[in-house]
């Protein structure tokens, strides 16, 4: 909690010089009412990668299609693969995360964006079963909901691509997929135009 505000600002720090490359075409792009574009024309697809290495070793890959339903919001789904491996309270913890997410994104000005998302995620619990018998490899696979509401802002890098920075809150309190609540997410929008 106390490294987020570090976080936002070194990521703010590398990606402004990038706020201002592709405004024009930017502005451009809002003067075009997306219900004169084709189909093809509003879909976009991205994603976001994530590793972190220590006593957390995590690595994810994140893939998402989206459609641009107005010129503000759009809406899309994705899906999600991590493998995540640490030392929890002396015992070696690993696990294969899969799942799938839906979200909807909402443009208030010019960048700037609001962000919901829906995940579930599978994977294998951190909690041991109460049997005393425990294997520690042993552990059961179990199904867990996720919800993030957020900000974001958006550096177009060109026409086509979009730098996204998104701060992200997990409204599930209990997750054991995610440690640190709010997080930041760096990904991007590619417009397949």
Same mark, same amino acid.
């Given at each position: 909690?106390?490294?987020?505000?570090?976080?936002?600002?070194?990521?703010?720090?590398?990606?402004?010089?990038?706020?201002?490359?592709?405004?024009?075409?930017?502005?451009?792009?809002?003067?075009?009412?997306?219900?004169?574009?084709?189909?093809?024309?509003?879909?976009?697809?991205?994603?976001?990668?994530?590793?972190?290495?220590?006593?957390?070793?995590?690595?994810? &890959?994140? =893939? #998402? @299609?989206?459609?641009?339903?107005?010129?503000?919001? *759009?809406?899309?789904?994705?899906?999600?693969?991590? $493998?995540?491996?640490?030392?929890?309270?002396?015992?070696?913890?690993?696990?294969?995360?899969?799942?799938?997410?839906?979200?909807?994104?909402?443009?208030?000005?010019?960048? &700037?964006? =609001? #962000? @919901?998302?829906?995940?579930?995620?599978?994977?294998? *619990?951190?909690?041991?079963?109460?049997?005393?018998? $425990?294997?520690?490899?042993?552990?059961?696979?179990?199904?867990?909901?996720?919800?993030?509401?957020?900000?974001?802002?958006?550096?177009?890098?060109?026409?086509?691509?979009?730098?996204? =920075?998104?701060?992200?809150?997990?409204?599930?309190?209990?997750?054991?997929?995610?440690?640190?609540?709010?997080?930041?997410?760096?990904?991007?929008?590619?417009?397949?135009?």
């Amino acid at each position: 909690m106390k490294r987020t505000p570090l976080m936002i600002a070194a990521v703010l720090i590398v990606f402004l010089p990038f706020a201002r490359l592709g405004t024009a075409s930017a502005a451009a792009n809002d003067e075009t009412p997306v219900s004169d574009l084709g189909h093809r024309e509003r879909l976009f697809v991205g994603g976001f990668l994530g590793l972190q290495f220590g006593t957390l070793t995590s690595v994810s &890959v994140n =893939l #998402h @299609a989206g459609y641009r339903l107005t010129n503000r919001l *759009s809406a899309g789904m994705g899906g999600s693969y991590q $493998f995540a491996s640490d030392t929890w309270f002396g015992e070696s913890y690993t696990s294969h995360v899969f799942g799938g997410s839906t979200f909807a994104r909402f443009r208030v000005y010019n960048n &700037v964006f =609001l #962000h @919901a998302e829906f995940e579930r995620l599978r994977l294998q *619990s951190r909690l041991p079963p109460l049997n005393p018998d $425990f294997d520690p490899d042993d552990r059961r696979s179990i199904t867990e909901n996720n919800y993030f509401a957020g900000a974001g802002y958006g550096f177009p890098v060109s026409d086509r691509i979009r730098l996204n =920075l998104l701060l992200l809150y997990n409204f599930n309190e209990n997750s054991q997929a995610y440690y640190d609540n709010p997080f930041l997410r760096v990904g991007v929008d590619v417009y397949l135009r």
